[in-house]
């Protein structure tokens, strides 16, 4: 029988809420038991002074010996209408009661806590009850601890409780019970006791502990080395493990990978020929989603294996250099543990318009190589990855870098307007723009070619520093021949040249005649004479 007597009842405390310390696990809460969903399995008891008996989960609600059922769209004391409930609804008697069993529901060790909101069916006024929450001992046939023990009554509305469970009963498997008594604070009759919970359920933390059989593991270059891993506590899903922190070269893998705690697990460190060498700080994880989590570490010593090997190391790592120049790299081979044998570089990754030579291409180490790398005019632009491979004895080692083309700087020039018409005897004048490209930083000097005859030029700016400006001005004699001339003017600096060109047309000037009417004329002192003076084309 799960009713503890009245008396036992009257007299059982109510527990504060307390966390436990899981050590350097990490859980979130979990739901151990969900009364409410769980509800038709339980064991459901009913009885008051009259007897008690067994009754069936389902109803119907109009039982006068109490009944357990769901009910659905239902309002509340609050106002509020709840989708489903659980209706518990004590035997129609003074002091009545009714009391449902979960059995064998285990707590898990970290904590537990029932939590629970109930409330009254809206109409049942005359609601007034006691509310238990407590867990049975099935084998001594007794309440062994209560969680919750108080009243409820129609006004006070719909409440919310919560209750932590003490260690001591943690880590066990109980009968846990929801009792719902008439006698209230008020009244012992049972009438309109419609106690309606909206949930009921414990939640709980699971523990995980891990252990390692060594906290420090030594590890050669070429071999391995195993420690076991040892999960235990009350997590009731499997876990994965997992490994971080390994130097490069070293890999793990578990005999266990994966599996539910108590478990053991042999961690099987191995480290390449070539692994990293040092002391690392290793993490051992044993988790499951974001449940729950558990990491031990461990100090990993990796040392050197003793066999002959090299090092090659390159300087400068990147160089910059414009179209058709060359840059140049010091490659260093060094022994390592007394290696002897021949080393050959090579290099790959280079762009498409280049050329390269290795001095010396080849040595026994230790010794200098350098590294000449010839650009032209049509290799591609920007940053290329250049790997520089040394082979020998059985080895292979490389290093990468980068090499940047960039345009060679330069200069261009132009003159305005593209072409100017005049008349013999008169003036054009032209700007010359000299503009810098790529950076391009040296004096430039002006020159005109292409004049025709009997012309001059004057530069208000023969040379300078692009950006610059000069303007050109040519005169034309009355003699210059009529047509059309190419004047080119012409920029040099720097070791480049450049050319513009523009267009001269030269017209004739405008001719006309004089004659008189008479070529000789005498005249008298104080007379006048007339003369026809006739101008023509």
Do not use: C
Not at 157 to 172: E, F
Not at 331 to 341: A, K, V
Not at 522 to 527: D, K, L, M, R
Request: aromatic letters at 8%; glycine letters at 10%; charged letters at 20%.
């Amino acid at each position: 029988m799960l009713m503890a007597s009245l008396l036992m009842l009257s007299t059982i405390s109510v527990s504060g809420y307390f966390m436990v310390d899981a050590g350097d696990e990490k859980s979130v809460p979990l739901v151990v038991l969900d009364m409410v969903k769980k509800a038709p399995t339980a064991t459901w008891q009913a009885g008051g002074p009259s007897g008690w008996k067994n009754i069936d989960f389902g109803g119907p609600d109009t039982d006068p010996d109490g009944f357990a059922m769901y009910k659905y769209n239902v309002k509340l004391n609050d106002g509020k209408t709840y989708s489903k409930i659980l209706e518990t609804h004590p035997k129609w008697e003074d002091y009545g009661w009714i009391l449902g069993g979960y059995k064998n529901v285990y707590l898990p060790k970290g904590s537990a806590v029932f939590r629970a909101k109930v409330g009254f069916i809206k109409g049942g006024e005359a609601g007034d009850v006691r509310l238990l929450f407590y867990l049975w001992n099935e084998a001594e046939n007794k309440v062994e601890y209560t969680a919750l023990n108080t009243y409820l009554s129609y006004g006070d509305g719909v409440k919310t409780y919560s209750a932590s469970i003490p260690s001591q009963y943690l880590g066990k498997s109980w009968t846990l019970v929801l009792y719902v008594g008439a006698w209230g604070k008020i009244s012992t009759s049972s009438g309109q006791d419609w106690v309606a919970w909206v949930y009921a359920y414990v939640s709980g933390q699971y523990v995980l502990d891990m252990s390692l059989s060594s906290t420090t593991v030594e590890l050669t270059q070429g071999e391995s080395e195993e420690l076991d891993v040892h999960l235990t506590g009350d997590y009731p899903k499997d876990v994965t493990l997992s490994v971080s922190g390994l130097p490069a070269g070293v890999s793990a893998e578990f005999t266990v990978p994966s599996h539910k705690a108590p478990f053991t697990s042999k961690l099987k460190l191995t480290a390449t020929e070539d692994a990293e060498t040092g002391t690392f700080t290793v993490h051992v994880n044993a988790k499951r989603g974001s449940e729950i989590s558990v990491t031990k570490t461990f100090t990993l010593k990796v040392k050197s294996k003793a066999h002959p090997d090299f090092t090659i190391d390159v300087s400068p790592l990147s160089a910059s250099v414009s179209r058709g120049g060359a840059a140049s790299f010091s490659i260093n081979i060094n022994p390592l543990e007394g290696f002897d044998q021949s080393v050959s570089l090579s290099i790959s990754g280079l762009p498409t318009g280049t050329t390269y030579e290795f001095s010396p291409s080849s040595g026994t180490p230790p010794f200098t190589s350098t590294l000449s790398i010839q650009t032209t005019e049509t290799t591609p632009l920007g940053t290329h990855t250049v790997t520089i491979t040394a082979s020998g004895g059985g080895k292979t080692h490389s290093k990468s870098i980068d090499l940047t083309v960039k345009a060679v700087p330069d200069f261009s020039i132009g003159v305005e307007p593209p072409s100017i018409t005049i008349k013999q005897g008169e003036a054009a004048e032209y700007v010359i723009g000299v503009a810098s490209l790529e950076g391009f930083s040296e004096e430039v000097g002006l020159s005109v070619s292409g004049l025709p005859s009997g012309a001059t030029v004057s530069l208000s700016q023969t040379s300078g520093t692009p950006p610059m400006k000069s303007i050109m001005k040519i005169k034309i004699s009355e003699d210059t021949p009529v047509g059309s001339y190419t004047i080119t003017v012409t920029g040099t600096g720097g070791g480049k040249t450049h050319s513009a060109s523009v267009n001269l047309v030269v017209k004739e000037a405008p001719s006309f005649s004089i004659t008189l009417s008479e070529e000789k004329v005498s005249i008298i002192q104080g007379e006048s004479t007339d003369l026809t003076v006739k101008v023509g084309s």
